[in-house]
């Protein structure tokens, strides 16, 4: 527990370094969200009462010193574009990217599992050139030009799957509906994690294969099948907790590219929406919910080490 707290405890300050930076960031653009909510018929007056109002007149550090000063009290605030809830737009939307990222990442996870120790155990052989040769064109190949090829092909030419959204209107409460809307942005997200964690695992069992206990267990007569998957599986599963624990951000920002493509009413196109308003509330809200969530799964990621090999416990 003491380990736990000093972990959170090293990591506030540069929590708050990140977001005073990205504060000031989003302060240099030459617009602000009062940009984006005026009409042509509005006066100057008018337009700096609004500004007025919402504290964009105030000097940076007394508008961060503001922010900060809710969000150490759990309110995210408002919305400076729709006058929202951030809050409310936020619980009403993470959960629907939990529910297209989280299967989407342990499909991928357990694939490339599988796809990694068949590269790695076969070294240089076809097996892993040509599962090798895939994950350089998963990786090299862009998210949002692999979606919209999706698209085209299986959401308007053969009109198998509806192009955008979670649901049918009329059908929220259909399974079958949301199965179809989901097919697509899961193929999409699957496959864009599929690469970097096979080249991963395939890293490991490369290592793990030129360690003692293996030549050890040659000579005993163990078989290639047994070595690597009673073996070499389990000591491959180490490293890749570390990949488990820092995917926990991904719950909520690993899919703005593909949730807006596909209009999914998750935190991507809400994200988007409020970084080209330039609504500050809400890009830092995501951020400090991220940054989080890295924390999160640094601390996921020890306690998982330790339930894995208990050796690393009495080392911390």
Known sequence: MKYIVKRILQAIPLLLIITFICFMLINLAPYDAIDSITTPDMTK???????????????????YGRWLGNICRGEFGYSLRSRTSISYDLKSRIPSTIKLVLPSYLTAFLLAIVLGLVAGSHKNQWQDKLIDGICSIGIATPTFWFAMIIMFFFGYKLELFPLMGMHTIGKEDSILDFLQHFIMPYVVLTV????????????????????????????????????????????????LITKLGMALPMLVTGAVITETIFSWPGIGPYFVSAVQAMDYPIVMSILVLSGTLVILGNLLSDILYCVTDPRIKSMK
Do not use: C, M, W
């Open 45 to 63: 007056q008018e337009i700096e009462a609004k500004r007025e109002a919402y504290g964009l007149n105030d000097p940076v550090i007394v508008q």
């Open 192 to 239: 864009g994690f599929i690469p970097d964690l096979t080249r991963y695992v395939r890293g490991s069992t490369i290592g793990q294969l030129k360690e003692d206990y293996v030549i050890v267990q040659k000579s005993f007569g163990a078989s290639k099948a047994e070595i690597l998957f009673k073996h070499v599986s389990k000591n491959v599963l180490l490293p």
